[in-house]
């Protein structure tokens, strides 16, 4: 079974996620029931609406599941090194010299607009077992782009 790296912090939102969703469980089910008093279950919107949604909630917390069993979780503060690795917080340098900052995060962590990206994504798999003064380049879609590994912490 494959571990999937994260963050204490994305294992704690995912198993807030998974409260939530066991907590909906009985409305569902209440829903349902409410629903099929209703009559005739052929034409009843709320009781396929129901059904439908239970089914939703109950993929999600499969998947939930899966993943917080498989969790590594990896506080980046007890790692160190001169390579890019999961955890680590790199500044680059743009073509134009200017910096931008990212942490590589695990999948269900990633945000690029706050400056998280996953250790799966084009940039992050070119970043990973880089060392400071090292080039990268990644294809996105809007072309090539090239950077230069500026600083790695692991804050």
Do not use: W
Request: proline share 4%.
């Amino acid at each position: 079974m494959e571990k999937v790296p994260m963050l204490a912090e994305g294992y704690e939102r995912l198993t807030a996620d998974l409260k939530a969703l066991r907590a909906e469980r009985p409305k569902i089910v209440d829903a349902i029931e409410e629903a099929r008093a209703h009559g005739d279950l052929s034409e009843n919107a709320e009781y396929h609406a129901a059904k439908e949604r239970q089914g939703q909630v109950e993929a999600q917390i499969a998947e939930i599941e899966d993943r917080v069993t498989r969790a590594q979780i990896i506080d980046p503060q007890t790692l160190s090194g001169d390579k890019v690795v999961f955890g680590a917080t790199v500044t680059l340098l743009d073509e134009d010299d200017k910096p931008v900052k990212y942490q590589i995060v695990g999948q269900t962590e990633a945000d690029a607009k706050s400056g998280r990206i996953s250790y799966s994504s084009p940039l992050g798999r070119a970043l990973i077992g880089k060392k400071v003064g090292e080039e990268v380049e990644v294809t996105v879609p809007s072309g090539d782009k090239f950077y230069l590994v500026d600083k790695i912490e692991f804050i």
